[in-house]
């Protein structure tokens, strides 16, 4: 028998919390979340995002007391209002191998929602777009990068047979810095010296003046995905949270942004791949030793992700991504980093898809987007 447990109080929320680190214990290509990072997102009162939406965490214990699964429900009210479509979210989604566990935090999780109003849901969302999402599909045999998730291969199934079915899968390239063809560098070198006769101009961003910067980031932001399918708005809060995070992670030589004439119209974020490091902290704490480990990652880690290019829909097709690849490229080199991930792109953006093609790289992971009528 399993029970379904509302989580309140910091008892249920640390259960909640270091679930997966026993689930995953013998997995090694699981990279485990940092519990304190686990906390901040999930914190109701001081998650920026919690200002325009709302969750509910699930917990299943089985009547020897264990945990044996967890899932949070989630209203969006950004999504609601930028799609006008009354779909919420499930999301930080873990569950041993057992259907009628599986079942039992489905059938919570979406009572909940229906309980706000809400028609339908997506998901996995933790707990959104701008945020880790999606169920690994395709590509276990090797660890996530960065802000990447690694669940067990039998979530589809799970998945599957409570009815959810497919809305999007998102693709995951590999990239080997010694692959990209050479003539990709000397075009791209070529077109930034033709955009600059236009007055565009490719810089680092200015880490000392982030204040400016982040306006400038979240212009573009908010700006080249707002077609995209599941894109969410990011409010000044949620945004400059998430790039005061990223500062911490990344470095100048990896993070460009595109102005042509003083205003913002592309940028590209890569990150080194943290995940390197953390991969060996497998309790998820970093007191009293784990500190440690984090102490000057940045040069010893081999690998970065890119985590996120995108330009303002009148600049595509003029070949700015193909300069960003390259500056990305000239970074991990200068760097030492031998390889990359790009993720996620969704697997309907043909010309993201295609750039990347044209760069060498492979899909070698796919994560996928799960749809659910609310009846």
């Not at 270091?18 to 901040?40: A, H, M």
């Not at 390197?276 to 497998?282: G, H, M, N, Q, S």
Request: with cysteine.
């Amino acid at each position: 028998m399993v029970s379904i447990h509302v989580v309140e109080g910091r008892r249920l929320l640390n259960k909640f919390i270091g679930f997966p680190y026993k689930l995953y214990k013998n997995d090694s290509n699981y990279v485990p979340e940092l519990r304190i990072s686990q906390r901040e997102i999930l914190n109701k009162k001081k998650n920026p995002f919690f200002q325009h939406s709302e969750a509910e965490y699930f917990i299943a214990i089985n009547d020897k007391g264990d945990v044996v699964g967890r899932i949070a429900a989630i209203t969006n009210a950004k999504y609601i209002e930028h799609w006008n479509e009354n779909y919420g979210f499930f999301g930080f989604f873990e569950c041993i191998d057992d259907q009628n566990v599986a079942n039992a935090l489905f059938n919570n999780a979406f009572n909940w929602i229906k309980s706000k109003g809400v028609d339908g849901v997506y998901g996995p969302m933790n707990p959104s777009t701008n945020d880790q999402c999606g169920t690994l599909i395709d590509g276990f045999n090797t660890p996530p990068y960065i802000m990447m998730i690694h669940n067990k291969p039998y979530y589809q199934t799970l998945f599957d047979n409570y009815g959810l079915s497919k809305k999007m899968d998102l693709f995951c390239y590999h990239l080997f810095r010694k692959q990209v063809p050479e003539k990709m560098l000397v075009l791209a070198n070529k077109i930034e010296e033709r955009l600059s006769t236009r007055d565009i101009i490719i810089r680092k961003v200015n880490f000392s003046d982030l204040k400016n910067e982040t306006k400038k980031l979240r212009y573009i932001y908010n700006k080249a995905w707002e077609k995209n399918w599941g894109f969410i708005p990011m409010t000044e809060d949620e945004f400059t949270k998430l790039v005061k995070e990223l500062k911490m992670v990344t470095t100048p030589d990896l993070v460009y942004i595109v102005e042509e004439k003083g205003d913002p119209i592309a940028f590209v974020a890569c990150l080194p791949n943290l995940n390197e490091v953390t991969i060996k902290i497998r309790n998820g704490r970093l007191l009293p030793f784990n500190l440690f480990r984090l102490i000057g990652f940045k040069k010893r880690v081999k690998s970065a992700r890119v985590l996120t290019l995108g330009l303002i829909e009148n600049y595509r097709k003029t070949g700015i991504d193909a300069c960003l690849y390259a500056k990305c490229f000239e970074g991990a080199k200068k760097l030492g980093y031998d390889e990359a991930e790009a993720s996620w792109i969704l697997e309907n953006n043909l010309m993201m898809n295609r750039a990347l093609q044209n760069v060498g790289g492979k899909v070698y992971k796919k994560y996928r987007i799960y749809q659910h009528k609310i009846k």
